[in-house]
């Protein structure tokens, strides 16, 4: 029995595999174990530093938006008495102060950019590329080109951006119990910018003597916006933005704003400058005195931007302590993760050694057995002696387990292969004796027709009946061949024998004979150079072969050319045809049986098998004879057979010359009986 246990060592052994088996899971786990708790530490930093940054950044801008709003406010007055000094020396106080925190806002936004979501960046770029938008607004009101109306949206939309980069500083805090803290921060900012709109509008109204239909609806808007909200902000809001709240509507200066603000939303009707017959007071009766309102007004705006300080600092703290809490539950779930996984690894581990101990050593006896005393088994069973199976083949014992069932299983293989290889050792034995038996008295039989033949033939003196005598006479030729197939593919020797060298072109002929359409046969070239009588015998039969295979497999009006040459190493037999050829599949398929030639077992497996190929690839190997096939130029095929040097006696040469090329072509005969190997 062939063993292969040299290509195990190229294969994983069971130990390396079941060691992956452990270590793949472990370092994936650990790996896994690894990101995840560098996420929730990365993302823990990214909101603590988020939370950071919004700090110093709302801070600014807050700062900044107070002052623009401040300004906004005076500008109104101003616009509305443009002979009141004192505003002018207030108004140009204030935008210093603005400049100022705009400086301050600019320094710091370049800051809030990297590492920022999308919002925080879109807003802090407008805000960056509109700054000269405060210097546009200012010249309008200085020149006189904007009016009241004009100059609050512009002094507006520099607020709202502002705001709009404060609210998107609020959004990163939005995560776990900060959520609704950072949403009520930003509620509260559009609450505190409407308020502060209004006190802007009305202030300047106040110092223009008059309000308008637009700006009276503008006004009822703004506070019905900021009177609608706040009440439902303060109903979620906790701690010190709740105190702060409740002592600003509970103040005084609260309720007088709100006193003053109804009434001027509920003073007698404003018709559109455009209303015909519409009275004058109607467009300019307020009835709220510029005192009055600037001592209740300004007091509660200050109280509405506490409240909102203390609702981002409160969302601020609320986020800061998220990302701690995160922090200190990731770091605690990483350990207990860690020390699980390290004890499941150790288990793995532990069971993945016992397990491999026990499969090494089920190993180091199976091989035992496959390797060394299973083929011995085999060999004497091949051998005819007889094989005591229990003896031979204790039974494996590993538990009751998988690994011991598998061990009862390779007991039971293995018996089983051992006496299907006695079985087959019997049944091969026996078909070669019937197979040898056959062919021996067949060879007998056809050995004595040849020589009745031959006595035939050298009595017969009519052409005619020479001729068909001939024919027969390869007809028999070529049975007592067959004959000798069987016995080459049964292992045994051909019982004709040659003592003394032959030329070759002789055996080329005795070959060339032994076909039945040796007439469409040229023999075109030989050396002059003998074959030694041991393997004269297996020469003619392996050319013969592989010359009636060329005139079977081409048509019966092409010849067949033999042609024979000396070559580097030997005498080279090209045997070519001019048929259809053969696939490349079919000549690798052929030239891989020539090269290895199998069992006569094998036999079974062809569903049309060709028994010439296999005694070509029997007698080949007998002699190191080297057998190719491959497509002939003419479109056929072209078998060539290189006879070994060791095979060839060139000092016998005899004088005669060679078979010239293109020499006409003589009658084949057969050999007489002495050439045919008889003793």
């Given at each position: 029995m062939e063993t292969r246990t040299p290509g195990r060592s190229r294969r994983p052994t069971i130990r390396a595999q079941l060691t992956r088996i452990v270590l793949i899971p472990s370092i994936s786990f650990l790996v896994l174990w690894t990101v995840m708790t560098a996420t929730g530490f990365v993302q823990a930093a990214e909101l603590m530093l988020s939370v950071a940054q919004g700090r110093e950044g709302i801070a600014a801008f807050t700062r900044l938006a107070h002052d623009l709003r401040e300004e906004r406010r005076l500008t109104q007055v101003r616009l509305g008495d443009p002979g009141d000094g004192q505003v002018h020396a207030d108004l140009t106080a204030q935008r210093r102060r603005t400049d100022e925190s705009a400086e301050a806002a600019a320094d710091i936004a370049p800051t809030l950019g990297p590492g920022a979501d999308d919002e925080t960046a879109r807003t802090v770029r407008e805000f960056l590329a509109d700054r000269d938008r405060l210097g546009a607004a200012r010249a309008d009101v200085d020149s006189g080109r904007a009016d009241r109306a004009a100059a609050l949206a512009a002094y507006t939309d520099l607020v709202v951006l502002t705001a709009d980069i404060s609210s998107a500083l609020l959004r990163p805090m939005e995560e776990g119990d900060s959520v609704s803290e950072a949403v009520l921060a930003r509620r509260l900012i559009t609450v505190h910018e409407q308020h502060a709109r209004a006190d802007a509008l009305l202030s300047g109204a106040i110092a223009a003597g008059g309000m308008n239909y637009?700006?009276?609806?503008?006004?009822?808007?703004?506070?019905?916006?900021?009177?609608?909200?706040?009440?439902?902000?303060?109903?979620?809001?906790?701690?010190?933005?709740?105190?702060?709240?409740?002592?600003?509507?509970?103040?005084?200066?609260?309720?007088?704003?709100?006193?003053?603000s109804r009434r001027v939303?509920?003073?007698?009707?404003?018709?559109?400058?455009?209303?015909?017959?519409?009275?004058?007071?109607?467009?300019?009766?307020?009835?709220?005195?510029?005192?009055?309102?600037?001592?209740?007004?300004?007091?509660?705006?200050?109280?509405?931007?506490?409240?909102?300080?203390?609702?981002?600092?409160?969302?601020?703290?609320?986020?800061?302590?998220?990302?701690?809490?995160?922090?200190?539950?990731?770091?605690?779930?990483?350990?207990?993760?860690?020390?699980?996984?390290?004890?499941?690894?150790?288990?793995?581990s532990r069971s993945s050694h016992r397990l491999t101990a026990r499969l090494r050593a089920l190993r180091t006896e199976a091989l035992s057995l496959s390797d060394t005393r299973l083929p011995a088994i085999v060999d004497s069973a091949r051998a005819g002696r007889r094989v005591d199976l229990d003896a031979e083949l204790p039974r494996l014992s590993y538990g009751d387990d998988e690994i011991g069932q598998v061990a009862d299983a390779f007991t039971t293989a293995q018996r089983t292969a051992v006496g299907a290889a006695v079985k087959e050792a019997e049944i091969r034995k026996g078909a070669n004796r019937v197979f040898l038996g056959i062919a021996y008295r067949n060879q007998t039989l056809v050995q004595r027709q040849l020589s009745i033949l031959d006595e035939i033939e050298s009595d017969e003196e009519d052409p005619r009946a020479l001729r068909r005598l001939f024919r027969l006479d390869h007809l028999a030729t070529r049975a007592r061949r067959y004959a000798d197939n069987l016995i080459i593919l049964s292992g045994a020797g051909s019982a004709r024998r040659w003592r003394d060298p032959m030329p070759v072109a002789d055996v080329l002929r005795a070959a060339i004979t032994e076909t039945e359409d040796y007439e469409r046969v040229r023999l075109t070239s030989a050396p002059r150079a003998r074959l030694r009588g041991a393997a004269v015998a297996d020469v003619v039969h392996l050319v013969a072969e592989l010359v009636e295979n060329a005139t079977?497999?081409?048509?019966?009006?092409?010849?067949?050319?033999?042609?024979?040459?000396?070559?580097?190493?030997?005498?080279?037999?090209?045997?070519?045809?001019?048929?259809?050829?053969?696939?490349?599949?079919?000549?690798?398929?052929?030239?891989?049986?020539?090269?290895?030639?199998?069992?006569?077992?094998?036999?079974?497996?062809?569903?049309?098998?060709?028994?010439?190929?296999?005694?070509?690839?029997?007698?080949?190997?007998?002699?190191?004879?080297?057998?190719?096939?491959?497509?002939?130029?003419?479109?056929?095929?072209?078998?060539?057979?290189?006879?070994?040097?060791?095979?060839?006696?060139?000092?016998?040469?005899?004088?005669r010359p060679a078979v010239v090329r293109g020499a006409p072509r003589t009658e084949a005969r057969p050999l007489p009986a002495e050439s045919r190997g008889e003793r």
């Amino acid at each position: 029995m062939e063993t292969r246990t040299p290509g195990r060592s190229r294969r994983p052994t069971i130990r390396a595999q079941l060691t992956r088996i452990v270590l793949i899971p472990s370092i994936s786990f650990l790996v896994l174990w690894t990101v995840m708790t560098a996420t929730g530490f990365v993302q823990a930093a990214e909101l603590m530093l988020s939370v950071a940054q919004g700090r110093e950044g709302i801070a600014a801008f807050t700062r900044l938006a107070h002052d623009l709003r401040e300004e906004r406010r005076l500008t109104q007055v101003r616009l509305g008495d443009p002979g009141d000094g004192q505003v002018h020396a207030d108004l140009t106080a204030q935008r210093r102060r603005t400049d100022e925190s705009a400086e301050a806002a600019a320094d710091i936004a370049p800051t809030l950019g990297p590492g920022a979501d999308d919002e925080t960046a879109r807003t802090v770029r407008e805000f960056l590329a509109d700054r000269d938008r405060l210097g546009a607004a200012r010249a309008d009101v200085d020149s006189g080109r904007a009016d009241r109306a004009a100059a609050l949206a512009a002094y507006t939309d520099l607020v709202v951006l502002t705001a709009d980069i404060s609210s998107a500083l609020l959004r990163p805090m939005e995560e776990g119990d900060s959520v609704s803290e950072a949403v009520l921060a930003r509620r509260l900012i559009t609450v505190h910018e409407q308020h502060a709109r209004a006190d802007a509008l009305l202030s300047g109204a106040i110092a223009a003597g008059g309000m308008n239909y637009e700006e009276t609806a503008h006004f009822t808007y703004l506070t019905a916006a900021y009177r609608d909200t706040l009440p439902a902000v303060a109903g979620e809001l906790r701690g010190l933005p709740r105190e702060r709240h409740d002592a600003m509507v509970g103040s005084a200066a609260w309720r007088d704003t709100e006193d003053m603000s109804r009434r001027v939303v509920t003073r007698p009707p404003v018709a559109p400058a455009d209303t015909p017959g519409a009275p004058a007071a109607w467009n300019s009766a307020i009835g709220v005195d510029a005192a009055d309102w600037d001592r209740a007004a300004r007091p509660a705006g200050t109280a509405l931007g506490r409240v909102l300080d203390a609702q981002v600092d409160r969302a601020a703290d609320t986020a800061w302590n998220s990302a701690l809490s995160r922090i200190g539950w990731g770091a605690a779930g990483s350990v207990l993760t860690l020390l699980a996984g390290a004890a499941a690894i150790v288990a793995a581990s532990r069971s993945s050694h016992r397990l491999t101990a026990r499969l090494r050593a089920l190993r180091t006896e199976a091989l035992s057995l496959s390797d060394t005393r299973l083929p011995a088994i085999v060999d004497s069973a091949r051998a005819g002696r007889r094989v005591d199976l229990d003896a031979e083949l204790p039974r494996l014992s590993y538990g009751d387990d998988e690994i011991g069932q598998v061990a009862d299983a390779f007991t039971t293989a293995q018996r089983t292969a051992v006496g299907a290889a006695v079985k087959e050792a019997e049944i091969r034995k026996g078909a070669n004796r019937v197979f040898l038996g056959i062919a021996y008295r067949n060879q007998t039989l056809v050995q004595r027709q040849l020589s009745i033949l031959d006595e035939i033939e050298s009595d017969e003196e009519d052409p005619r009946a020479l001729r068909r005598l001939f024919r027969l006479d390869h007809l028999a030729t070529r049975a007592r061949r067959y004959a000798d197939n069987l016995i080459i593919l049964s292992g045994a020797g051909s019982a004709r024998r040659w003592r003394d060298p032959m030329p070759v072109a002789d055996v080329l002929r005795a070959a060339i004979t032994e076909t039945e359409d040796y007439e469409r046969v040229r023999l075109t070239s030989a050396p002059r150079a003998r074959l030694r009588g041991a393997a004269v015998a297996d020469v003619v039969h392996l050319v013969a072969e592989l010359v009636e295979n060329a005139t079977q497999f081409s048509p019966k009006t092409c010849s067949v050319d033999v042609n024979c040459g000396r070559v580097s190493g030997g005498v080279a037999v090209d045997v070519e045809d001019r048929g259809l050829g053969m696939t490349e599949d079919a000549y690798a398929e052929a030239n891989r049986i020539l090269a290895d030639p199998p069992e006569f077992d094998v036999m079974a497996l062809p569903e049309e098998p060709r028994l010439g190929l296999f005694v070509v690839a029997r007698l080949a190997a007998r002699h190191g004879v080297v057998v190719r096939l491959r497509p002939s130029p003419y479109g056929g095929t072209c078998a060539t057979a290189v006879v070994p040097e060791h095979l060839l006696d060139w000092a016998a040469q005899t004088p005669r010359p060679a078979v010239v090329r293109g020499a006409p072509r003589t009658e084949a005969r057969p050999l007489p009986a002495e050439s045919r190997g008889e003793r």
